[in-house]
């Protein structure tokens, strides 16, 4: 898994607090990564010259607000360029803007929805989670900007090649948070029923972790990890993004969406 070193910081012009915005600029000043600042507005099609004019006004607006939101991060060293976009899908603006910068982190604010919306609409976590083909970190208003303890999310008995390649990625992330920042990292296992136990001494050997750092739950995924996370009190969650497309996706969600509004910490989903 390469560094993080160009972050992609989605602006909400719709919301005076930015905690994805300000969690971005101090992660980038810490590891010296760049950082690309990204916007969407849109207002009803012109329907006269005067209405287009007005179209442009918008945009210089909203334009002068994201140069101001940026001032205090460029004039403290960080590397930040910005972008202004017209279009009235913004999820998929997101989306192709990421990928077209390479982007290596998606930093986004998230909010509180009812399980009914996650469900039957399509939000804007539930877009960039499935379709982003980078890590997207998910910033909860009010959290805590450094990781002091984080608690990483696996499943060493799930054998097939795409479930390893997830647990190979949260794992390899894990490490990094402990090794360079000095986070405090738990690792939580759920199985279901008693004839897939995962063995206690391989999750210590694969996670590199103390036993007291490991814990196996027996539980749905989602509630086992909401309930650790809880217990241990952490500020980030990291999480394997399996179903990310498809019939299952589409019927059953994935473990991501089924904890991001249990969870009052950050959120990674590791794709």
């Known amino acids: 898994m390469k560094p993080f070193n160009k972050l992609f910081a989605v602006y909400d012009p719709t919301q005076e607090e930015q905690p994805a915005l300000e ?17 969407c507005v849109y207002a009803h099609p012109a329907k ?14 909203h334009q002068a607000k994201l140069d101001e939101a940026v001032a205090g991060a460029i004039a403290s060293g960080v590397s930040v360029s910005t972008e202004l976009a017209w279009g009235k899908d913004w999820y998929r603006g997101v989306v192709d803007a990421a990928a077209r910068h390479e982007a290596d982190l998606v930093m986004k604010s998230s909010y509180r929805h009812s399980s ?20 997207v970190l998910l910033v909860k208003e009010g959290t805590q900007v450094e990781e002091r303890r984080v608690l990483s999310a696996v499943d060493i008995t799930a054998r097939s090649d795409s479930y390893g390649r997830l647990n190979d990625n949260v794992i390899r992330f894990s490490k990094r948070l402990r090794d360079l920042r000095g986070a405090e990292v738990h690792f939580v296992n759920a199985f279901e029923d008693f004839k897939g136990v995962p063995n206690r001494q391989e999750l210590i050997d694969s996670c590199g972790a103390d036993s007291e750092q490991i814990h196996i739950k027996l539980g749905k995924p989602g ?12 500020s980030l969650v990291v999480v394997g993004n399996s179903a990310r497309s498809g019939l299952s996706a589409a019927l059953m969600g994935n473990t991501v969406e089924k904890v991001l509004d249990k969870l009052e910490c950050d959120v990674l989903s590791m794709p």
């Open 223 to 234: 509630k086992v990890i909401v309930d650790q996370a809880k217990k241990l009190d952490v």
């Open 116 to 135: 009914g919306k996650r469900i039957f609409n399509r939000t804007s976590d539930w877009t960039l989670i499935r379709e982003c083909h980078c890590p």
């Open 48 to 61: 006269s010259d005067e209405d287009a004019i007005n179209a442009d006004a918008v945009l210089s607006l």
């Open 23 to 39: 969690r971005a600029f101090d992660v980038a000043l810490e590891i010296s990564a760049q950082v690309h600042v990204f916007a």
